[in-house]
């Protein structure tokens, strides 16, 4: 299990290294792709952070299928996404549909 806000920070945000130290392409490559590589299954705990822009959600989470080829599929039976703010949630899956689907046309 990944918690964003213990393991990486509780103030993640930007989409590019660039942007900050605690950015979504910066989960993406050091954490979270590094954990689905080595485990089946990966939890990732969304609660404890102060919130999450669009531009992190998208770049930790669909950066997944653009960078690395992963699908929605794929991602939905490898990856947990668990938030006490469901919005949150469900926008990091939507990220991660319409890049898939822009994948594939």
Request: a neutral charge.
């Amino acid at each position: 299990m990944i918690s964003i806000a213990k393991d990486f920070s509780p103030h993640p945000a930007g989409r590019y290294r660039t942007d900050g130290p605690f950015s979504g392409e910066h989960f993406r490559e050091d954490l979270l792709y590094p954990a689905l590589q080595g485990n089946a299954r990966v939890e990732v705990d969304m609660d404890g952070a102060l919130g999450y822009g669009s531009s992190f959600l998208d770049e930790a989470f669909a950066g997944l299928v653009r960078a690395y080829g992963l699908s929605a599929k794929q991602l939905r039976g490898q990856l947990s996404l668990k938030c006490s703010v469901r919005l949150f949630v469900d926008r990091a899956w939507q990220y991660i549909e319409e890049e898939d689907a822009r994948r594939k046309h």
